[in-house]
């Protein structure tokens, strides 16, 4: 078991990760804290463990082996590196930093310390997902052409939010939601984005970040992609689609992607050895269509879990390490150049 401080007990950490304790197997809450004191003492009540007065505090207490930090993205940086320095391990929230320079001192100071970085992009943990990941890498649907993934949610002009301003949240909708889209197609493909080019708007909203975004993506193996990323579409109009092509089928899905563990998923196996038609009836094709179903698990826990099983067995994140993480920012970082350029941009770090 490994005792877990939770820095910053806001939104994901109050509604997502702390209530899902009751699912880890691995972790335990021992300690919490907030820079505001009514939100620490509440949550240490919630979560029936210490609350405390500081993140100096938090990072002395000697039985936290590991933080979970949920706070705005100008914060990861400086607290990563005082968790790293106090010798405990750390899973950061998305996106790692504000800066690629930023995210390698997080890497560094946790190197030098001897301690793991994990990030918190837990979509990779939705079972269906981890199903589509199998498919595609089993080649069932053949050689992947073309992914697409969708994030929306309706988030108007708040006065004073710092996710809307972009010296605290580094963007909008693409740095904030998109970047879950990159992590997800890589995963799901197996390849990386290597190339991308981005249209980032502010079309309905006043705040000075993107409310709009879309990403045109390459992965390493030759196939497109798409990550469509918006803050003005109402919650009920957003169905959150997946798509992955290849040349043998697809894999399709709606509302897999998010911080639920539900949605549906379905594979669409084609029988190609028909050829080539060139009425293009598609009512008369052999396309064997499969549901694809998973066990849904609570995706904070199953992350917060695998990062626990790392420290105990001393075996470095794989799924979702700080590298990884600053490969996501980098793919952002391009996708935010280009629209600036209106070029296409190589990712590079
Ligand atoms: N993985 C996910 O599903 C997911 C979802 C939402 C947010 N996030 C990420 O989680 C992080 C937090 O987002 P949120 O929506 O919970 O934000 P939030 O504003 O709701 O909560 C942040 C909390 O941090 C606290 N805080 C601020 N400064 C602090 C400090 N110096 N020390 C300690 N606490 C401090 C605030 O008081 C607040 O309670 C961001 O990186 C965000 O991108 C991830």
């Known amino acids: 078991m490994v005792n877990w401080g939770v820095i910053g007990c806001g939104g994901i950490a109050r509604r997502r990760m702390i209530p899902a304790a009751p699912h880890f197997q691995k972790s335990r809450i021992a300690a919490v804290m907030d820079v505001n004191a009514d939100v620490t003492n509440e949550v240490a009540r919630e979560a029936n463990a210490r609350g405390h ?14 933080v979970y930090i949920a706070t705005p993205v100008f914060l990861h940086r400086d607290q990563t590196i005082a968790a790293a320095k106090a010798g405990k391990h ?3 929230e998305k996106p790692i930093a504000l800066s690629i320079e930023d995210g390698r001192e997080m890497l560094k100071a946790c190197r030098d310390a001897g301690v793991y970085l994990a990030e918190g992009y837990m979509m990779k943990y939705q079972a269906l997902h981890q199903k589509a990941r199998e ?3 089993a080649g069932e649907i053949g050689r992947v052409v073309f992914a697409r993934a969708q994030l929306s949610c309706w ?7 710092w996710r809307q301003n972009p010296e605290q949240g580094g963007g909008g909708a693409l740095i904030d939601m998109a970047t879950h889209l990159y992590d997800l197609l890589e995963y799901i493909t197996g390849s990386r984005i290597v ?3 981005a249209f980032t708007d502010t079309l309905t909203f006043n705040y000075p970040v993107d409310d709009s975004s879309t990403t045109l993506l390459r992965f390493d193996n030759g196939a497109h992609g798409v990550a469509d990323a918006f803050f003005n579409v109402p919650d009920s109009a957003g169905q959150d689609r997946l798509e992955i092509y290849g040349n043998k089928g697809s894999i399709q899905a709606e509302g897999t992607i998010g911080q639920m563990p539900g949605g549906k998923m379905a594979a669409y196996l084609s029988d190609d050895s028909a050829g080539y038609d060139p009425q293009q009836s598609k009512e008369s094709l052999n396309v064997a269509v ?8 609570n995706m904070y826990a199953a992350e917060i879990d695998a990062f ?3 420290i105990e067995s001393g075996e470095a994140p794989q799924l ?30």
């Open 290 to 297: 499969r549901e694809v179903s998973a066990t849904p698990v």
């Open 90 to 92: 750390v899973l950061v």
């Open 53 to 66: 007065a500081s993140i100096d505090a938090l990072l002395a207490d000697p039985e936290v082996q590991a």
């Open 155 to 161: 988030y108007p002009d708040i006065p004073g939010a």
């Open 135 to 137: 498919m595609v890498l």
């Open 320 to 349: 979702n390490s700080g590298e990884d993480g600053l490969h996501v920012l980098a793919v952002a970082q391009a996708a935010y150049e280009s629209s600036r350029t209106g070029r296409a941009q190589t990712v590079t770090i």
């Open 195 to 197: 190339e991308v080019s």
């Open 308 to 310: 626990s099983r790392c």
